[in-house]
């Protein structure tokens, strides 16, 4: 079994086109004080399940957290982007975030370093600090912003 995201709050996640590009954000958040174990990739198919956008790989329960989170955090749509993306042989990257100030430093490396679609994920609303560059995946309608 993949590992499980769970919930985002808390999360900082950007999408990388290129391994080189989270490698070199991956060394400016950690020149920037970040610790690393506050930073996660997900990378491959295997890993695309994590986000488990629907929750259907956790079942009933799954789908429900999930159903809450997307009236409460707002996030369910944004999962499915990161999820697609893993599954396109993109990079995702997520950094635990405190406060303002380091979201807002964290976006910026993120972006600075070829990152895009970042977002923070707040208990009550998502910050979009960064829309998708290039091809988008390919979703349904109803997920598109």
Do not use: K
């Given at each position: 079994m993949t590992r499980s995201i769970g919930s985002a709050v808390g999360r900082l996640m950007g999408v990388f086109d290129r391994r080189d590009e989270v490698e070199a954000a991956i060394t400016a958040l950690t020149a920037a004080g970040f610790d690393?174990?506050?930073i996660e990739l997900f990378d491959g198919p295997d890993d695309a399940g994590a986000f488990d956008a629907s929750g259907r790989r956790r079942g009933l329960r799954g789908r429900l957290f999930r159903i809450i989170e997307?009236?409460?955090a707002d996030q369910a749509p944004d999962f499915a982007w990161y999820e697609a993306a893993v599954r396109?042989?993109?990079v995702v990257?997520?950094?635990r975030a405190r406060g303002q100030r380091e979201v807002r430093?964290?976006?910026d490396i993120v972006e600075a370093n070829g990152g895009h679609?970042?977002?923070h994920f707040g208990w009550f609303e998502t910050q979009e600090l960064a829309r998708w560059r290039g091809t988008e995946p390919d979703l349904p309608g109803f997920l598109r912003r």
């Open positions: 690393r174990s506050r997307f009236s409460w396109e042989s993109r990257l997520s950094v430093s964290a976006a679609f970042v977002n």
